[in-house]
């Protein structure tokens, strides 16, 4: 498990970036494409590809959330690590980082260590998650941001 600070430390852990309206929009394009596309791969069944497109979805919208913060991670752990500051820091209402922690590790291991396990998958659910993600970004006053950015960063 990873923590804010080791993160700090990495290449392409944590790093302040430039807060990006469109960035942040294009990552929930993503989000909402990839919703999409999962509600055609849950007709067939394939564990592998339901627990992987799940997880992308909640990652896409975090990521939204992240780089209209202007936080920029390659390393997922440590966007986690990054949405367990912001949500202690009260920006979500629900856990949201325990939620991608949950879907990083079944994707893993239906992806990689080959489980099949099964994936609990709510379409509503995800298309709900994305209209929050959207509405936590769009009430993010230039003066949160700075006050966040402020905090994670020094």
């Known amino acids: 498990m990873a923590n804010?600070?080791?993160?700090?430390?990495?290449?392409?852990?944590?790093?302040?970036?430039e807060a990006s309206e469109n960035i942040?929009?294009?990552?929930?394009?993503?989000a909402e494409e990839s919703l999409?596309?999962?509600?055609?791969i849950v007709d067939n069944g394939s564990r592998i590809w339901i627990a992987t497109m799940k997880y992308y979805i909640e990652y896409?919208?975090?990521?939204?959330?992240?780089?209209?913060?202007?936080?920029?991670?390659?390393?997922?752990?440590?966007?986690?690590?990054?949405v367990e500051f912001l949500q202690n820091e009260g920006l979500f209402?629900?856990?949201?980082?325990?939620?991608?922690?949950?879907?990083?590790?079944?994707?893993?291991?239906?992806?990689?260590?080959l489980k099949n396990m099964p994936v609990?998958?709510?379409?509503?659910?995800l298309r709900n998650f994305i209209l929050k993600m959207k509405k936590t970004k769009d009430e993010l006053t230039e003066k949160k941001v700075?006050?966040?950015?402020?905090?994670?960063?020094?």
């Open 146 to 154: 700075n006050q966040l950015r402020s905090k994670l960063f020094n």
């Open 36 to 40: 999409r596309v999962l509600q055609k």
């Open 93 to 113: 209402q629900e856990d949201v980082a325990g939620r991608l922690r949950r879907s990083k590790e079944l994707r893993i291991e239906n992806q990689y260590n």
């Open 4 to 17: 804010l600070e080791w993160c700090k430390r990495q290449k392409d852990g944590l790093e302040m970036a």
């Open 60 to 82: 896409f919208c975090i990521s939204a959330v992240l780089y209209r913060i202007g936080i920029r991670s390659k390393i997922h752990d440590c966007a986690i690590e990054a």
């Open 120 to 125: 609990d998958i709510d379409i509503q659910d």
């Open 24 to 30: 942040a929009e294009d990552y929930l394009k993503n």
